[in-house]
C-alpha cells in the first residue's frame, strides 16, 4: 500500500521530516493532511486567520473551515485525523509506511506520535520539536 504524499504543505496540518536514534541512522516523515468541512462539503478545514493581517492563528483552540465559517474544536477535529509515516528503522534499518491515528502521548514529557517498526517492533518515537536554550540566555 503506497501512501499518498502531500504536493504541498499547504493541504497539511501536520508535516514534519526527522533523523531518528543516537547516530541518526533512522529517518522518519510525517505529514497530516487536512480534513474536508462537515457542513459544507467543499473547503479544507484550517485555523482561522486574522481579520486585519489575513495571518493564520497558530494557537487558535479551534479549527475553521474558509467557505461557510463552520468551527470545530481543536481536540475533536485532531482525534479524528490519520497520520502516515514513511521511515527508516534506527534499530534494523528497514524501510516502510506507515498509517497511525493522530494522537500525541506525553512520554517522559514530551508530545510524541509513537509507532511501532513493522520488521522488528521497536518502537519509534516522532517528537514534538523544543527549543534548545543556551546557557548564556539566562544571563
Do not use: H
Not at 508535516?15 to 533512522?26: A, C, E, I, V, Y
Amino acid at each position: 500500500m503506497a501512501l499518498r504524499k502531500p504536493e504541498s504543505v499547504e493541504e497539511c496540518i501536520y508535516f514534519t521530516q526527522r533523523s531518528l536514534g543516537d547516530q541518526q541512522q533512522g529517518y522518519a516523515m510525517a505529514w497530516v493532511f487536512r480534513q474536508k468541512c462537515e457542513k459544507c462539503k467543499n473547503a479544507l478545514m484550517g485555523k482561522p486567520k486574522d481579520k486585519k493581517t489575513g495571518k493564520v492563528l497558530i494557537r487558535a483552540k479551534e479549527y475553521a473551515c474558509e467557505s461557510c465559517g463552520n468551527t470545530v474544536e481543536k481536540k475533536e477535529y485532531e482525534e479524528g485525523l490519520a497520520a502516515c509515516v514513511e521511515y527508516t528503522c534506527p534499530a534494523c534499518r528497514n524501510q516502510g509506511e506507515k498509517e497511525i491515528p493522530f494522537k500525541r502521548r506525553k512520554i517522559e514529557g514530551i508530545d510524541t506520535l509513537r509507532f511501532q517498526c513493522d520488521k522488528c517492533k521497536a518502537g519509534i518515537d516522532i517528537t514534538k520539536k523544543m527549543k534548545v536554550r543556551k546557557s548564556n540566555d539566562y544571563i
